[in-house]
């Protein structure tokens, strides 16, 4: 292999590099030009070298490339409460190994179109992915909630009925309702629920609005757990 041609296949790799993380850099990702142009050069440098020597190995690096960027990888992927981030960013540097891979082997067309249809998808797919617009996980999270009220014990029962009869959501399950006394003749009622789906917090106050237009309470209250 002569010096220029693999001179221009690593300035290729470089470059194709640059375009992906000018992309991942503008819309605000941690693994932006640097780590992109290493990664595109890194593949590029590893896949020459047999090529330098016309070994027939090119196959066997490039799949020992594959299984070495897919560990690098799984070190940008972190788990924050109940979300899971940067997979998108992981999937980016994966294809870029696989453009430098296609640069380096002297497929300068392929690896172009290939380094073109990356960032159009990264650009394009975000904003239809918002615009479709799917339950987060924030909402998709299960939460429960407590209602609590005290009332005189002669409305006990009643109460109690209501608290199982007056929710009209269907995400919205009654788990536990227990009483115990307060004071003389004061009784306190608790209702717990499970919930998975956006805040209840309409439907909360709805009950406890049915709950307080009854004489014989006393005070009526929601909480989250």
């Not at 975000?126 to 005290?150: C, D, F, G, Q, W």
Request: proline share 2%; charged share 20%.
């Amino acid at each position: 292999m002569e010096y220029t041609d693999f001179a221009l296949r690593i300035a290729l790799s470089l470059v194709l590099g640059f375009a992906i993380g000018l992309e991942r850099q503008l819309t605000g990702h941690t693994a932006g030009i640097r780590i992109n142009v290493l990664i595109c050069m890194g593949s590029a440098f590893f896949t020459l070298f047999p090529l330098a020597f016309e070994s027939e190995q090119t196959f066997r690096v490039a799949a020992a490339i594959i299984q070495g960027v897919g560990f690098l990888c799984s070190g940008v992927i972190f788990k924050e409460s109940a979300s899971v981030r940067g997979i998108n960013t992981a999937a980016t540097l994966w294809c870029t190994a696989a453009i430098g891979v296609l640069a380096s082997s002297g497929i300068y067309i392929l690896a172009i179109i290939a380094a073109t249809i990356l960032i159009i998808s990264n650009l394009a797919l975000r904003p239809l992915a918002r615009k479709i617009n799917p339950i987060t996980i924030e909402e998709e999270s299960e939460k429960r909630y407590r209602i609590s009220v005290t009332c005189h014990e002669k409305a006990e029962h009643d109460l109690r009925m209501l608290l199982i009869n007056s929710n009209s959501c269907k995400t919205l399950y009654l788990t536990n309702l227990e009483s115990g006394d307060v004071v003389g003749d004061k009784v306190e009622i608790i209702a717990e629920y499970d919930s998975a789906g956006k805040p209840k917090n309409r439907v909360l106050e709805g009950i406890v609005g049915q709950i307080l237009t009854r004489a014989e309470v006393i005070s009526a209250g929601w909480e989250v757990l």
